[in-house]
């Protein structure tokens, strides 16, 4: 059996989620080898499911591993009014800073969430007292609490999202009765290099037979068509592209090119039940727009 990423015909063939298990993706293809889909379970699934921007989510959603297990908010590094601190990524989100001491004399000056105070002062005093010797609070100073500005190190990692999609692609595909004759195209052939190695820019200016490096997050606009948690796949009747929308609230997709596998498909995916519902677009696209502000 011939593995629709590498062509390989040697090797045996192993389940793979199309949208990751840790997302509550519950559709597979058998169209996979053992091999490529090690690599990019460990290569582009792992990592774009522990993305904090994905964990957030499952977090929020309470979506469930395939062990069960709900994630915990994600904790990321950030600068508050330009010192390092951590923000939970919770509901609602908390940020906490470091405390930052400084030391005249024999004075040691530092800085403390006001909520945590007692137990970080209780820590501080010990540490020191078995440094220094014995060492007491002197004085405590309230400082104005005004809202801090937060920046995050990191903000958008973009690079994750074309190979997830090329991924997404062939897996959908798969599944599709002309997933071999697209397979062959030259752009079934990029999407499948793109799911393999690293992200490049595209070699050239040659619109729409390359993946969209491109994620639009919305928080109205596709949520309201796909309510949150819930992921929606489509290939729309001009079959030129599949969209992947995430959590009713990511959108990406790639180019499929003049040999789509399949034209007017569409998945709904419900990750709390892990159940998915294939139907035609344009079915499902109206039953959607049904559902709309009910
Ligand atoms: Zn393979």
């Not at 692609?169 to 752009?187: F, H, N, V």
């Not at 599949?242 to 399949?262: K, N, Q, W």
Request: charged content about 25%; glycine content about 8%; aromatic content about 8%.
């Amino acid at each position: 059996m011939k593995c629709i990423v590498c062509l390989d015909e040697r090797m045996s063939h192993t389940p793979e989620h199309i949208v990751p298990a840790a997302l509550g993706g519950s559709l597979t293809t058998d169209a996979f080898c053992a091999r490529c889909n090690e690599r990019i379970g460990r290569e582009v699934d792992a990592p774009f499911s522990r993305d904090h921007w994905m964990v957030e989510l499952g977090a929020r959603y309470a979506i469930k591993d395939r062990y069960g297990r709900v994630p915990a908010p994600p904790r990321i590094a950030a600068t508050v009014e330009g010192k390092p601190a951590v923000v939970t990524m919770g509901t609602p989100w908390t940020v906490e800073t470091f405390p930052e001491t400084r030391i005249e004399g024999d004075r040691f000056t530092f800085t403390v969430p006001a909520d945590r105070e007692e137990e970080i002062v209780a820590k501080k005093l010990a540490r020191l007292s078995a440094q220094f010797g014995e060492v007491e609070v002197a004085s405590r100073q309230v400082m104005p609490n005004d809202a801090p500005v937060v920046q995050f190190e990191e903000v958008w990692p973009i690079e994750r999202w074309p190979r997830f999609a090329a991924k997404v692609t062939l897996g959908i595909a798969s599944l599709l009765p002309g997933s071999w004759e697209w397979r062959a195209s030259e752009q079934g052939q990029y999407i499948a290099e793109t799911a393999l190695q690293e992200f490049r820019e595209p070699r050239d200016a040659e619109v729409g037979l390359r993946p969209l490096p491109l994620v639009l997050q919305g928080d109205d606009l596709f949520a309201r068509l796909v309510p949150p948690p819930r992921h929606f796949i489509s290939i729309d009747e001009s079959g030129i592209f599949i969209t992947i929308i995430l959590f009713g609230r990511y959108l990406c997709g790639a180019a499929l090119g003049d040999e789509a596998p399949g034209r007017g498909v569409a998945w709904l995916f419900d990750p709390l039940a892990r159940t998915v519902q294939a139907a035609p677009y344009l079915d499902l696209l109206m039953r959607l727009v049904g559902e709309m502000d009910h």
